[in-house]
């Protein structure tokens, strides 16, 4: 099965955009498909988008289209996500997970471990 | 304000039974979407629970269940233990959000 390991914490000023990668190995990474979900401090979950590197297609969350990219590259198994115009209200700990299950039906198995986002002056 | 909603906390001593609601609507669990279950340990990243509603990955307990009816599903733990201890959360499909879904996470207390 495949195991997920995100890069480190980051603290960013607001305005800045941050970048986490979530790297894949043990699985075929372009037959999976990766997905990012947030947790603020004390909040819940809140998903965010998925990508299928192997057709390079995307689909984020009604919240985040603008200002949220995900990227993969399949030559190094990673996955990326970008979050741009960042405010404090962004600060969370950043999750990517293995998405399975087509569309409607799809649940998220593994996850990484996460990566904390803090956002501030 | 989650799309679905869970009570925020739940509680139960040691061997007992306890139920968790995931409450939808006609735009997600009604219109037949599929519930997935998930445990978060403290200080730790979700654990895909049970999936498609009722069936558990291989190495989730027995104890763990997952069962779906109309506009809501529900995860019940049987012999409740410690260890059990953490936030649970729903997750489904939203056709007119045109994307996945959160139930807002309840805390399972043992006491």
């Known amino acids: 099965q495949v195991q997920l390991v995100q890069s480190g914490a980051e603290v960013k000023k607001p305005g800045s955009s941050v970048k986490v990668s979530c790297k894949a190995s043990g699985g075929t990474f372009s037959r999976n498909a990766f997905s990012w979900v947030r947790q603020a401090p004390g909040q819940g979950l809140e998903w965010m988008g998925w990508?299928?590197?192997?057709?390079?297609?995307?689909k984020y969350a009604q919240k985040f289209q603008g200002r949220f990219t995900i990227t993969a590259d399949e030559s190094s198994s990673t996955a990326y996500m970008d979050l741009s115009s960042l405010r404090s209200e962004d600060t969370a700990v950043y999750y990517c997970?293995?998405?399975?299950?087509?569309?409607?039906?799809?649940?998220?198995?593994?996850w990484g471990q996460g990566t904390l986002v803090t956002v501030s002056s | 304000q989650s799309v679905l909603t869970q009570p925020p906390s739940v509680s139960g001593a040691p061997g007992q039974r306890v139920t968790i609601s995931c409450t939808g609507s006609?735009?997600?669990?009604?219109?037949?979407?599929?519930v997935h279950w998930y445990q978060q340990l403290p200080g730790t990243a979700p654990k895909l629970l049970i999936s498609a509603n009722s069936n558990r990955p291989s190495g989730v307990p027995d104890r763990f269940s997952g069962s779906k009816s109309g506009t809501s599903a529900s995860l019940a733990i049987t012999g409740l233990q410690a260890e059990d201890e953490a936030d649970y959360y729903c997750?489904?499909?939203?056709?007119?959000?045109?994307?996945?879904?959160f139930g807002g996470g309840t805390k399972l207390t043992v006491l």
């Open positions: 997970a293995s998405r399975f299950g087509v569309a409607g039906t799809e649940a998220f198995d593994p």
């Open positions: 997750q489904s499909y939203d056709y007119s959000l045109s994307g996945v879904v």
């Open positions: 990508i299928i590197p192997i057709f390079g297609t995307t």
């Open positions: 006609s735009s997600n669990i009604g219109a037949g979407y599929d």
